[in-house]
């Protein structure tokens, strides 16, 4: 092309206002430039596409001497409107493929098409034929979705980043103040910029409508905006002139992808969008079954992804999808609009049940600290059907089956037994009758109540629990009632009798033993009570079911019990074994009462070894904790430490000032600062390695429990040092003895002698 010509092709349109953020952006599509012939800028409506590509095609131009060509094809609806809008822009007499190929010809030129989406397939046939045909040109292209064709490289764009950098700078925030002073060059958020910042994380940073909100800066304060927001299609629409009809509004641009949807994708956007915290893919096939089971649910999710109306969440072990609000939004208005917004808010309830039915069931397994992963995904979810089994026209008793699973997979290990407990006031008071899931639910109230305000605050209506129970045959509620009372009372042969009645039961219903815990305090109970036999007999049976399935939660659960019970007997290296293992092996969870109970366990070791320094930081480091979770320092059902006792011991043992400075540093630090500083102070020095060749053959467990042997523990002792069950360090020893070619732990005890401890003396010298 002459110059001449190049002069006459369709340049980008000028930026009419600043350009923020994006910088990387820019950066990374110019590479992806650098190396492919076409590149396709990907993503919803508002995002930033089209102005994204213009600053990449002027900050791009010096690289394509023979001109940079912008068409936007959002006036076409057909293959011809887009080869005619193609040929405009072009400056091409002929309004035909041929033509244009024989106008780009081997130049260098940069074409860049906004807008592809309404007419994909043509988009995608004509860049196909002139990358074919066209050797030096490169295609830029904006849509939201990609083409699917071998040559296309797709870079997807999502939404600015709100949350601001160790700078203090959040892209979202500025943009938002940028096009405010646009307006009014006065504009200073000044102290509503935290106001501002949750105003884009409400928007998910879209650019459209972080930039539409600012605008009606002029009219509204930031708090207006803000409190406005509640119905954002209303706020959000533009008054210029000049902008397209599909950009004129949030709610138009939205509109938009609507009707380029199938029917099919538009069905399964309005009933998706009523699960505000996102979905899975098994949530998306169940809403696509509803339909018509013949529905490929995963080709409408990809068809949906491909279109920018939901995206896949990044760096999670399951996929997972969400939508922005604005699209949910929409989503959730046409879903009115068509009539179907009480099936899908039905079906929200039905996967929330299903799913935690299905996760309570898989408690016991190694997947369990997952379910409380993915508990934390779905809590969204769970609430929004929870507000409609509460709300005006609600059904209460469906609030039921979503409430009472999660009293130990989810409420109790994460620390919200207060929430639940409102909650079932809730729907308690909503709802009367005495069948099973109402029952249970009367008893997980009491339970929960029972464990703050002590049993005598709950004795009465469990009493009446029990005798409704029984008259109507749940004997799953009676016994619970038995293992809730046992837990909750004080230590004595009552207790244990009530406790052994619902173990037995329990035996063949793991589920109520997992929402009650009475196997583990009946175990410590019979300890206390000097039933050691009894006692030994539970924990290993404890412990077998926790190594055989992998589950984790009962074994810290019984660790800390272990600790307390250590402490009682003055050995405390020992207790702080014990709870700082459970602790470890709690570490990834919230932190709850049981979390900050194992703390005080620890301090109340240390002050039994002289560390009383240690020992008072631990006490603020669990009032912290007890601080976050929202509870008073109370009895949960469990043995707990004599705090004040040890307590004044530390008093009594260092002057108040060091106390306090001691204390308040515990108190002042986050409840995961301080269970790290409590873990990383009891990093034991591990002991000397045998050299190579040397410790014939045996595991690192192995090794440990050799040595356990040759001082002279039991296999019991063993089981107990390494909390596991005394099965299991029975297999190991005879392993052990297989291995080495032994017949008795006398004999053990002599190889540990002259091959272990030889090789640590002579690595000492």
């Given at each position: 092309?002459?110059?001449?010509?190049?002069?006459?092709?369709?340049?980008?349109?000028?930026?009419v206002?600043?350009?923020?953020?994006?910088?990387?952006?820019?950066?990374?599509?110019?590479?992806?430039?650098?190396?492919?012939?076409?590149?396709?800028?990907?993503?919803?409506?508002?995002?930033?596409?089209?102005?994204?590509a213009?600053?990449?095609?002027?900050?791009?131009?010096?690289?394509?001497?023979?001109?940079?060509?912008?068409?936007?094809?959002?006036?076409?609806?057909?293959?011809?409107?887009?080869?005619?809008?193609?040929?405009?822009?072009?400056?091409?007499?002929?309004?035909?493929?041929?033509?244009?190929?024989?106008?780009?010809?081997?130049?260098?030129?940069?074409?860049?098409?906004?807008?592809?989406?309404?007419?994909?397939?043509?988009?995608?046939?004509?860049?196909?034929?002139?990358?074919a045909?066209c050797?030096?040109?490169?295609?830029?292209?904006?849509?939201?979705?990609?083409?699917?064709?071998?040559?296309?490289?797709?870079?997807?764009?999502?939404?600015?980043?709100?949350e601001?950098?160790?700078?203090?700078?959040?892209?979202?925030?500025?943009?938002?103040?940028?096009?405010?002073?646009?307006?009014?060059?006065?504009?200073?958020?000044?102290?509503?910029?935290?106001?501002?910042?949750?105003?884009?994380?409400?928007?998910?940073?879209?650019?459209?409508?972080?930039?539409?909100?600012?605008?009606?800066?002029?009219?509204?304060?930031?708090?207006?905006?803000?409190?406005?927001?509640?119905?954002?299609f209303?706020?959000?629409?533009?008054?210029?002139?000049?902008?397209?009809?599909?950009?004129?509004?949030?709610?138009?641009?939205?509109?938009?992808?609507?009707?380029?949807?199938?029917?099919?994708?538009?069905?399964?956007?309005?009933?998706?969008?009523v699960?505000?915290?996102?979905?899975d893919?098994?949530?998306a096939?169940?809403?696509?079954?509803?339909?018509?089971?013949?529905?490929?649910?995963?080709?409408?999710?990809?068809?949906?992804?491909d279109?920018?109306?939901?995206?896949?969440?990044?760096?999670?072990?399951?996929?997972?999808?969400?939508?922005?609000?604005?699209?949910?939004?929409?989503?959730?208005?046409?879903?009115?609009?068509?009539?179907?917004?009480?099936?899908?808010?039905?079906l929200?309830?039905?996967?929330?049940?299903?799913?935690?039915?299905?996760?309570?069931?898989?408690?016991?397994?190694?997947?369990?600290?997952?379910?409380?992963?993915?508990?934390?995904?779905?809590?969204?979810?769970?609430?929004?059907?929870?507000?409609?089994?509460?709300?005006?026209?609600?059904?209460?008793?469906?609030?039921?089956?979503?409430?009472?699973?999660?009293?130990?997979?989810?409420?109790?290990?994460?620390?919200?037994?207060?929430?639940?407990?409102?909650?079932?006031?809730?729907?308690?008071?909503?709802?009367?009758?005495?069948?099973?899931?109402?029952?249970?639910?009367?008893?997980?109230?009491?339970?929960?109540?029972?464990?703050?305000?002590?049993?005598?605050a709950?004795?009465?209506?469990?009493?009446?629990l029990?005798?409704?129970?029984?008259?109507?045959?749940?004997?799953?509620?009676?016994?619970?009632?038995?293992?809730?009372?046992?837990?909750?009372?004080?230590?004595?042969?009552?207790?244990?009798?009530?406790?052994?009645?619902?173990?037995?039961?329990?035996?063949?219903?793991?589920?109520?033993?997992?929402?009650?815990?009475?196997?583990?305090?009946?175990?410590?109970?019979?300890?206390?009570?000097?039933?050691?036999?009894?006692?030994?007999?539970?924990?290993?049976?404890?412990?077998?079911?926790?190594?055989?399935?992998?589950?984790?939660?009962?074994?810290?659960?019984?660790?800390?019990?272990?600790?307390?019970d250590?402490?009682?007997?003055?050995?405390?290296?020992?207790?702080?074994?014990?709870?700082?293992?459970?602790?470890?092996?709690?570490r990834?969870?919230?932190?709850?009462?049981?979390?900050?109970?194992?703390?005080?366990a620890?301090?109340?070791?240390?002050?039994?070894?002289g560390?009383?320094?240690?020992?008072?930081?631990?006490?603020?480091?669990?009032?912290?904790?007890?601080?976050?979770?929202?509870?008073?320092?109370?009895?949960?059902?469990?043995?707990?430490?004599?705090?004040?006792?040890?307590?004044?011991?530390?008093?009594?043992?260092?002057p108040?000032?060091?106390?306090?400075?001691?204390?308040?540093?515990?108190?002042?630090s986050?409840?995961?600062?301080?269970?790290?500083?409590?873990?990383?102070?009891?990093?034991?020095?591990?002991?000397?390695?045998?050299?190579?060749?040397?410790d014939?053959?045996?595991?690192?467990?192995?090794?440990?429990?050799?040595?356990?042997?040759?001082?002279?523990r039991?296999?019991?002792?063993?089981a107990?040092?390494?909390?596991?069950?005394?099965?299991?360090?029975?297999?190991?020893?005879?392993?052990?003895?297989?291995?080495?070619?032994?017949?008795?732990?006398?004999?053990?005890?002599?190889?540990?002698?002259d091959?272990?401890?030889?090789e640590?003396?002579?690595?000492?010298?």
């Open positions: 092309m002459t110059s001449d010509t190049v002069a006459s092709l369709t340049p980008p349109p000028a930026e206002s600043s350009f923020v953020g994006r910088r990387d952006e820019v950066a990374e599509i110019r590479a992806l430039l650098g190396s492919s012939r076409l590149v396709t800028v990907c993503g919803p409506g508002g995002v930033g596409k089209t102005r994204l213009i600053r990449v095609a002027v900050e791009a131009r010096r690289a394509f001497p023979d001109g940079v060509c912008f068409v936007d094809l959002s006036a076409s609806g057909t293959p011809e409107q887009t080869i005619e809008l193609l040929s405009v822009a072009l400056r091409v007499g002929d309004a035909s493929l041929d033509a244009v190929v024989r106008r780009i010809g081997e130049h260098r030129i940069l074409l860049v098409i906004d807008n592809c989406e309404q007419v994909i397939d043509a988009c995608a046939a004509i860049a196909e034929t002139i990358i045909r050797g030096n040109v490169v295609l830029l292209t904006t849509s939201r979705e990609p083409f699917a064709i071998d040559a296309e490289r797709i870079y997807p764009v999502t939404p600015l980043r709100v601001a950098d160790d700078t203090g700078a959040s892209p979202a925030v500025d943009l938002f103040v940028s096009r405010a002073r646009a307006l009014d060059p006065g504009f200073d958020p000044g102290e509503d910029l935290s106001i501002v910042l949750e105003i884009c994380g409400r928007l998910d940073g879209l650019p459209l409508a972080i930039e539409l909100a600012a605008a009606r800066t002029r009219i509204l304060s930031i708090a207006d905006i803000l409190h406005r927001l509640k119905e954002p209303r706020l959000l629409g533009s008054a210029k002139r000049i902008q397209s009809a599909r950009q004129r509004t949030l709610y138009a641009s939205i509109e938009w992808s609507y009707e380029l949807c199938t029917e099919d994708e538009r069905r399964l956007w309005r009933y998706l969008a699960f505000p915290g996102g979905f893919i098994a949530a096939e169940t809403v696509a079954a509803s339909s018509d089971g013949r529905v490929d649910a995963l080709e409408l999710l990809r068809a949906l992804v279109k920018s109306i939901i995206s896949k969440a990044p760096g999670l072990p399951h996929t997972r999808y969400s939508m922005l609000f604005a699209i949910r939004e929409f989503g959730i208005e046409q879903a009115r609009a068509e009539g179907e917004i009480e099936a899908a808010e039905q929200l309830s039905e996967w929330c049940t299903a799913f935690l039915d299905t996760a309570e069931r898989d408690w016991f397994s190694p997947r369990q600290f997952d379910w409380i992963a993915r508990h934390e995904l779905e809590m969204p979810n769970i609430r929004a059907a929870l507000d409609l089994a509460l709300g005006p026209g609600g059904d209460p008793d469906r609030a039921f089956g979503l409430l009472i699973p999660m009293w130990r997979v989810f409420w109790l290990a994460r620390g919200r037994a207060r929430d639940l407990e409102r909650l079932l006031d809730r729907a308690l008071s909503a709802t009367t009758g005495a069948h099973p899931l109402r029952l249970s639910a009367r008893l997980l109230h009491g339970y929960i109540v029972g464990s703050r305000l002590g049993l005598d709950v004795a009465d209506e469990l009493r009446r029990t005798i409704e129970a029984e008259a109507v045959g749940d004997e799953w509620t009676a016994r619970s009632v038995d293992a809730g009372v046992g837990v909750l009372m004080p230590d004595g042969p009552a207790a244990a009798e009530l406790l052994e009645r619902a173990v037995a039961y329990g035996a063949q219903n793991l589920l109520m033993l997992t929402r009650t815990g009475a196997h583990i305090r009946l175990a410590l109970l019979h300890d206390r009570l000097g039933n050691t036999e009894r006692a030994s007999e539970l924990r290993d049976t404890i412990l077998s079911r926790s190594e055989q399935t992998g589950e984790m939660y009962d074994r810290a659960y019984l660790l800390f019990g272990l600790a307390v250590a402490i009682e007997r003055n050995d405390a290296e020992e207790a702080v074994h014990f709870a700082t293992t459970s602790l470890r092996m709690r990834q969870l919230s932190p709850s009462a049981l979390t900050a109970h194992t703390v005080e620890v301090a109340a070791a240390y002050v039994d070894t560390r009383v320094a240690d020992a008072s930081r631990c006490i603020g480091i669990a009032d912290s904790i007890w601080s976050a979770i929202g509870m008073r320092r109370d009895d949960i059902g469990l043995p707990t430490t004599p705090r004040d006792t040890y307590e004044r011991r530390i008093r009594n043992a260092l108040e000032h060091d106390f306090a400075a001691e204390y308040d540093k515990g108190r002042a986050s409840p995961a600062a301080g269970l790290d500083w409590v873990l990383a102070a009891d990093v034991a020095t591990p002991a000397a390695a045998p050299i190579a060749d040397a014939g053959g045996l595991t690192k467990r192995e090794l440990e429990v050799a040595r356990l042997v040759a001082a002279g039991s296999n019991k002792e063993v107990t040092t390494l909390v596991v069950a005394v099965r299991t360090a029975e297999g190991h020893v005879q392993r052990i003895l297989s291995k080495l070619g032994l017949t008795s732990r006398v004999q053990l005890a002599g190889w540990v002698r091959h272990l401890d030889t640590r003396r002579t690595g000492d010298r």
